[in-house]
Structures are given as structure tokens and as C-alpha cells.
């Protein structure tokens, strides 16, 4: 795996797997922004900064954690090693 030398904004929420055991949900996040640094060590000071801008956009906006049954997506921020990407590639199934 490469240096964590990316932040990537993904705008998360959860989808309704089906009704196995009760009812599941994963997670889905599509990527609003990505920045590459030269370094991990420039990434990782500069994550708390971009993380705080995309927090108060959720409170601008409203923004419901995932966890909340009213999300209609809300901004996560974290560090990467590659130029952020949608998840999940593929819709997962329950096994």
C-alpha cells in the first residue's frame, strides 16, 4: 500500500441492503474532493483543516450523520493513498 499522502472528501451515507435478519444497510460514499500532498507528513497537517471546512458545510447544510435515518448524505474526511474513489464498487450481498 502506498503513503497515505491523499485527504479525500466523500459525501457518506448508508443504503438498505434487503430484509435478511431483520433488515441490513452498508455504507456508500461518493467523492466530493481530493488532494494530493507530497507527503504523508504535509497530508496528515493539513487533514484537521479540510476536515473542519466540510464539517461546517454539514452544519450549514444540515447535514444527518449516516447513522441517522434522515442522512441525505453528509461530508467525512480521512487520509488515502490513492485519488478518492466511490464505494462500494459493487453493491455488496448478504451471505
Known amino acids: 500500500m502506498g503513503e497515505l499522502n491523499y485527504v479525500n472528501t466523500f459525501k457518506v451515507n448508508m443504503l438498505y441492503g434487503g430484509p435478511e435478519e431483520g433488515g441490513w444497510w452498508f455504507d456508500v460514499g461518493y467523492p466530493v474532493e481530493s488532494i494530493c500532498f507530497e507527503t504523508a507528513s504535509e497530508a496528515s497537517n493539513a487533514l ?48
Request: with cysteine; proline share 6%.
Open 48 to 95: 484537521n483543516l479540510i476536515r473542519a471546512k466540510w464539517n461546517e458545510r454539514n452544519k450549514s447544510e444540515g447535514n444527518k450523520e449516516p447513522s441517522s435515518v434522515n442522512c441525505d448524505g453528509y461530508y467525512q474526511t480521512w487520509l488515502g493513498n490513492k485519488y478518492a474513489e466511490a464505494f462500494p464498487r459493487e453493491r455488496p450481498h448478504y451471505e
